[in-house]
């Protein structure tokens, strides 16, 4: 895909090295906030937005602006997906256990292309050890999203991020490390110090938020649904270690006890909660925590056991209840998908978007997985990797990352599920990765 950019560049008498500049004519333009839409035109320049008027946006006469002719179709942002595993979402469990490291990660680094086809410009990676990736497409050695990484799944001994065998000991007690540990994949970490320890090292790798698991889960083996992961101080300790870099902590957690032993050691932000109470929701709405949900069903991967399945089913009959009361409680609510283990799953990323407008209308979807995403990446500060624009908005001085729908989304959902035929065009930082407008 590189060596295509290049090659239009010097056709359009650019050097790769020299000042690019785009101008997209003619598109009716969503910018993320604004029920609203105008017909206009987007200059970009680099990998900023400069300009976007409804007037004609005049252009120098060197005959170097490449532009290009909307036709009327819907630009917005590009999508935002705020539970993602870059890593973990490439491989099957057996794969990433058994497989040869270097294979697990080519995988990782062709699905980050395909990832990007799909129309996300930006994933928060909720673990896994994403740093090399990241770095590989900040690069431009591969082609992929933005990812905001948080390195290892922090997991307490049977946590969520416990992926040993039942006869495997930790090194607390005379274990050895396990392959995910190795692999940067989890880190189990019992106790205050031990925390401290494990959020510092994802931090001098460069994460750019903390994910502790908080309770069960429905994919692991060892822990049951209903149970609370780590004590108060410890995911105390966490969120002291995050702030003292200037950024915040995200926990894995479904059920009351778990959530409410997050927030009071102020975790400021949820992953699921899908079996959350009343109370507990009015407490998150009260305290502005982010809520980052899923619309699951209770599919589960091939080789669930019984115990797993249940538990997934048990999940997916929160997501009706969830939803139906963020407007009650006024919560700040993500999106995400968290595919993972399942490869062949990973297509059908966009295509729980059409099932949020059973809950709300195609607009505050849209601005969900754009603008409010935007939102939560920026909640990192200043540990977020990319701050010279804004994200999941058009707007001048955003970031140019954006794709062009044939139809509009604001009054029909579900375009977004044929990415391949819908997407025309797909742009990240300025760069046009994708452009079959006919």
């Keep these: 895909m590189r060596h295509l950019i290049y090659i239009t560049l010097c056709l359009f008498g650019l050097s790769a090295t020299a000042q690019s500049t785009i101008l997209i004519n003619n598109v009716v333009i969503f910018n993320g906030k604004d029920e609203k839409t105008i017909t206009g035109n987007v200059l970009v320049v680099n990998n900023l937005i400069q300009k976007i008027s409804t007037a004609p946006i005049p252009t120098n006469k060197s005959g170097k602006t490449i532009i290009i002719d909307g036709k009327g179709k819907f630009l917005m942002p590009g999508l935002i997906d705020a539970h993602w595993h870059s890593i973990l979402t490439a491989s099957t469990m057996d794969e990433l256990m058994y497989a040869e490291p270097g294979y697990v990660f080519i995988k990782a680094g062709d699905e980050a292309a395909n990832t990007l086809m799909r129309g996300f410009t930006s994933v928060r990676d909720l673990g896994g050890p994403s740093f090399g990736l990241?770095?590989?497409?900040?690069?431009?050695?591969?082609?992929?999203?933005?990812?905001?990484?948080?390195?290892?799944?922090?997991?307490?001994?049977?946590?969520?991020?416990?992926?040993?065998?039942?006869?495997?000991?930790?090194?607390?007690?005379?274990?050895?490390?396990?392959?995910?540990?190795?692999?940067?994949?989890?880190?189990?970490?019992?106790?205050?110090?031990?925390?401290?320890?494990?959020?510092?090292?994802?931090?001098?790798?460069?994460?750019s938020q903390i994910k502790l698991t908080a309770g069960g889960g429905a994919s692991s083996v060892f822990d049951p649904l209903d149970v609370s992961q780590y004590t108060e101080e410890e995911l105390r300790a966490a969120v002291e270690a995050a702030e003292d870099w200037g950024t915040y902590v995200t926990v894995h957690?479904?059920?009351?006890?778990?959530?409410?032993?997050?927030?009071?050691?102020?975790?400021?932000?949820?992953?699921?909660?899908?079996?959350?109470?009343?109370?507990?929701?009015?407490?998150?709405?009260?305290?502005?925590?982010?809520?980052?949900?899923?619309?699951?069903?209770?599919?589960?991967?091939?080789?669930?056991?019984?115990?797993?399945?249940?538990?997934?089913?048990?999940?997916?009959?929160?997501?009706?209840?969830?939803?139906?009361?963020?407007?009650?409680?006024?919560?700040?609510?993500?999106?995400g998908t968290d595919l993972l283990f399942n490869p062949a799953a990973n297509s059908k990323q966009t295509a729980t978007i059409p099932l949020m407008d059973k809950w709300f209308t195609p607009?505050?979807?849209?601005?969900?997985?754009?603008?409010?995403?935007?939102?939560?990446?920026?909640?990192?500060?200043?540990?977020?990797?990319?701050?010279?624009?804004?994200?999941?908005?058009?707007?001048?001085?955003?970031?140019?990352?954006?794709?062009?729908?044939?139809?509009?989304?604001?009054?029909?959902?579900?375009?977004?599920?044929?990415?391949?035929?819908?997407?025309?065009?797909?742009?990240?930082?300025?760069?046009?990765?994708?452009?079959?407008?006919?």
């Design 134 to 207: 990241k770095k590989a497409i900040d690069d431009g050695v591969i082609d992929g999203p933005r990812i905001w990484p948080s390195g290892s799944i922090i997991s307490q001994t049977s946590g969520h991020g416990d992926f040993r065998s039942v006869n495997e000991r930790p090194v607390s007690l005379g274990g050895c490390l396990h392959h995910s540990e190795e692999i940067g994949g989890a880190t189990i970490a019992d106790g205050k110090d031990a925390v401290l320890v494990a959020v510092r090292e994802n931090l001098k790798r460069g994460a």
């Design 253 to 335: 957690a479904y059920t009351p006890r778990a959530v409410q032993k997050a927030i009071a050691a102020g975790v400021k932000c949820i992953d699921h909660g899908h079996l959350l109470d009343d109370e507990t929701l009015k407490l998150i709405g009260e305290k502005g925590i982010w809520l980052s949900m899923q619309p699951l069903d209770s599919t589960t991967n091939a080789g669930a056991n019984e115990e797993q399945k249940q538990k997934k089913y048990d999940i997916a009959t929160g997501t009706e209840r969830i939803y139906s009361s963020v407007k009650k409680y006024n919560l700040k609510l993500a999106w």
């Design 363 to 438: 607009f505050e979807v849209l601005r969900m997985i754009t603008h409010d995403n935007g939102e939560l990446l920026a909640f990192s500060g200043k540990r977020s990797p990319y701050r010279e624009g804004k994200l999941g908005v058009l707007e001048e001085g955003a970031y140019a990352d954006m794709i062009l729908v044939d139809g509009n989304p604001l009054s029909n959902l579900k375009l977004m599920e044929d990415y391949n035929k819908n997407f025309v065009l797909i742009m990240k930082n300025g760069v046009v990765y994708k452009n079959t407008i006919q």
